[in-house]
Structures are given as C-alpha cells and as structure tokens.
C-alpha cells in the first residue's frame, strides 16, 4: 500500500534504521509502522466524515445503535460489509422506522472499512444547491461533480417532494451518471416501488432496479416511542 511505504520512508528518515518488514527483530519497527498506519486511518475518516454532510442528529448512528426492524438492518450490514462497486440500496418505509439512521450506517462502515468517499443530502437539499449554483457555471459544475462522482452517495427522503420536470431531469443525470460509472448509491424514501416508480421515471426506476437491493423497513415510528 502507497500509504505503508509513505510510513516506512519516513520512520526510516527519523530512526535511521535500514530494517526491513520481513526482518523479525525489527519489532518496534513494526509497531511504529501500524501505530502510524492506524492513526493515519483514523484521521482520514475523520475528514471524510467531515465532509459527508451528515446532520448532527444522526452523527452517531450506526448499526449497534439501531433498534428497529431486524431483517433491514441485516440487509443493510450485509450490504455494507461487501459494498460491490455499483451496487446500492432503495430503503422502503413509513416515517420514523429508521431509513436514514441505516443509511448513515450503511455510509459510516464502508467508510471505515474502505476508506470511500461519502455524501448525505436529502433530495429536497440537492435541487436546492444545484439551484442556487444555477447560472454561476463553476459553483454549478462543482456541485453536481460531488453528487456524480462520490464514492457513496446517499440520497434521503426522495418522494416526499413534489416532482417537477427539472427535478425529474436533476435525479436522471446523477443517477445515470453513477450508473454508468458503476458508483454505488442509497436512496430512502416513504414510497413502495410501485409508487417510486409512478413518481420519478421509468428510465431512472429501470436504473435502480439494476442497481440497487430494494429493502422494506417495517416499524413503529422512532420520533414517537419516548412519547408512548
């Protein structure tokens, strides 16, 4: 890994030691080397947790926190812990069963287990950067760059909106595009599939459905239990 090397370089040029990794008496060595190696990790997913966009209420979650429907959070954890380039997940439901807690799950474990690249907006909060960058060519080609080309891309509460015809042409060309390139994508929504696929388009349906593991989430709502 380019990442080892960078390591060994550089205790080599501190310690001016020429030991090798094979070398079984070089143990401290070793030890520095994966101290580094792990701190390294450490901090790199911190940055992209960072910059992932993920709101402060669900900074937190992850699969050990999660306390709903069974059969989703395993689909969800089986999923995450292979990630297949390409691949992805529609998670179905009613509101407050958890979705966007196993989405941000799903994000946080192939982040810490591969190192990928993560960003969280609902579809409302996309439509309303790309907007807001409309007209202004670099901040627009920026924007739609990170929904297009990111490792994982989450995509919350898409259904909930009214579809306009821009909107519509907005999810064809970033699905598409991550489709085509084989990146991998979440999606939650209130919507069953028939209903999703009467709300957004056949051509991007046609496109999940060969992307994504559609996953229903069943439940009482997570918002309401405290209150019961």
């Given at each position: 890994?380019?990442e080892?090397?960078?390591?060994?370089?550089?205790?080599?040029?501190?310690?001016g030691?020429?030991?090798?990794?094979?070398?079984?008496?070089?143990?401290?060595?070793?030890?520095?080397?994966?101290?580094?190696?792990?701190?390294?990790?450490?901090k790199?997913?911190?940055?992209?947790?960072?910059?992932?966009?993920?709101?402060?209420?669900?900074?937190?979650?992850?699969?050990?926190?999660?306390?709903?429907?069974?059969?989703?959070?395993?689909?969800?954890?089986?999923?995450?812990?292979?990630?297949?380039?390409?691949?992805?997940?529609?998670?179905?439901?009613?509101?407050?069963?958890?979705?966007?807690?196993?989405?941000?799950?799903?994000?946080?474990?192939?982040?810490?287990?591969?190192?990928?690249?993560?960003?969280?907006?609902?579809?409302?909060?996309?439509?309303?950067?790309?907007?807001?960058?409309?007209?202004?060519?670099?901040?627009?080609?920026?924007?739609?760059?990170?929904?297009?080309?990111?490792?994982?891309?989450?995509?919350?509460?898409?259904?909930k909106?009214?579809?306009?015809?821009?909107?519509?042409?907005?999810?064809?060309?970033?699905?598409?595009?991550?489709?085509?390139?084989?990146?991998?994508l979440?999606?939650?929504?209130?919507?069953?599939?028939?209903?999703?696929?009467?709300?957004?388009?056949?051509?991007?349906?046609?496109?999940?459905?060969?992307m994504?593991?559609?996953?229903?989430?069943?439940?009482?709502?997570?918002?309401?239990?405290?209150?019961?």
């Open positions: 890994m380019t080892l090397k960078d390591i060994l370089h550089t205790i080599r040029a501190e310690t030691t020429a030991s090798c990794l094979n070398d079984d008496r070089d143990e401290v060595l070793k030890e520095e080397i994966e101290r580094q190696r792990l701190e390294y990790k450490s790199q997913a911190e940055r992209l947790w960072l910059e992932s966009n993920v709101g402060k209420r669900f900074d937190h979650a992850t699969f050990d926190s999660y306390t709903g429907d069974s059969g989703a959070l395993k689909a969800c954890m089986d999923w995450a812990e292979i990630c297949e380039e390409g691949t992805g997940l529609v998670l179905c439901g009613s509101y407050g069963v958890g979705k966007t807690h196993l989405a941000v799950a799903c994000m946080r474990k192939v982040m810490e287990l591969y190192g990928l690249t993560i960003y969280f907006n609902t579809f409302a909060g996309m439509l309303h950067e790309l907007k807001s960058a409309y007209g202004k060519p670099d901040a627009y080609s920026r924007a739609m760059a990170k929904y297009k080309q990111v490792d994982l891309l989450v995509i919350d509460d898409l259904g909106e009214n579809m306009t015809e821009w909107g519509r042409e907005i999810l064809f060309n970033v699905i598409d595009e991550r489709y085509r390139n084989m990146k991998s979440i999606i939650t929504t209130n919507l069953m599939p028939t209903e999703l696929g009467k709300h957004i388009d056949e051509a991007i349906m046609s496109r999940l459905g060969q994504c593991k559609f996953v229903k989430v069943t439940g009482d709502d997570y918002r309401l239990r405290g209150k019961k």
